[in-house]
């Protein structure tokens, strides 16, 4: 398994986000010119949280899409979960520093500490194509939220048109860009990669239907390199 064929076993993929903490941030807006900050508001819109709600993010990561889901449950609670440590510390810099009660946990999604129904929802950005068992993690979130909440995954997709420009930035601007500011070339070869084997929006419907979500519906960013689905817990 290799970063080139976007598969990697789950300790090289978690010490790779180690690596790539420090830069994480910066990266993002400079892969997307900025524009993963109104799809990750997108994701917590379609989160269909209110005030007192208990929210789940998924591969938290340094927290951003915790944070938008935590401007949706005032007096509520939101939860971030991540496996690596270093991502988290910057998540919890963040809260301090925003002020924003958040509590960021070490923890697998795949294999999550919570109970049964115990959450409103539960999102994941940018995180899903990183599981290494892509329908036990949508199945945890479908088992972490109540019956009729909402399960969320937003994600980078292989768009059907403007495959050139695709290819040719993911795949060709997107390592360069790794290599001089996020200096790691392999972390950011490996992102494309893992993109290109990451199930067509429809095919995601159909696992999340799959793991326990009814209504599940999607619509897509970016000329189509980017979707955002939601579905609803079935009762």
Known sequence: MTAAQGRLAAGEVRAMFDRIAPR??????LMTAGRDRAWRRAAAAAADLAAGDRALDCCCGTGDLAFD????????EVVGVDFSEPMLARARQKARARRAEVRFEV??????????????????????????????????MARVVRPGGRAVVLEITTPRRLVAFYRFWFERVVPRLGALVGRDLAAY???????????????????????????????TYAGGMVSLHHGRVRA
Request: avoid cysteine; charged fraction near 30%; glycine fraction near 8%.
């Open 69 to 76: 889901l935590h401007d949706r449950v005032a007096g509520g």
């Open 24 to 29: 994480y941030d910066l990266m993002n807006r």
């Open 107 to 140: 923890a697998d999604v795949a294999d999550l500490p919570f109970e049964a129904g115990e959450f409103d929802a539960a999102t994941v950005a940018f995180g899903a194509r990183n599981v290494a068992d892509l329908d036990r993690a949508l199945g945890e």
């Open 189 to 219: 070869s490996y992102l494309p990669a893992s993109a290109r084997r990451f199930p067509a929006p429809p095919e995601l419907a159909r696992r999340m239907a799959e793991a326990g979500l009814d209504d599940v519906r999607w619509r």
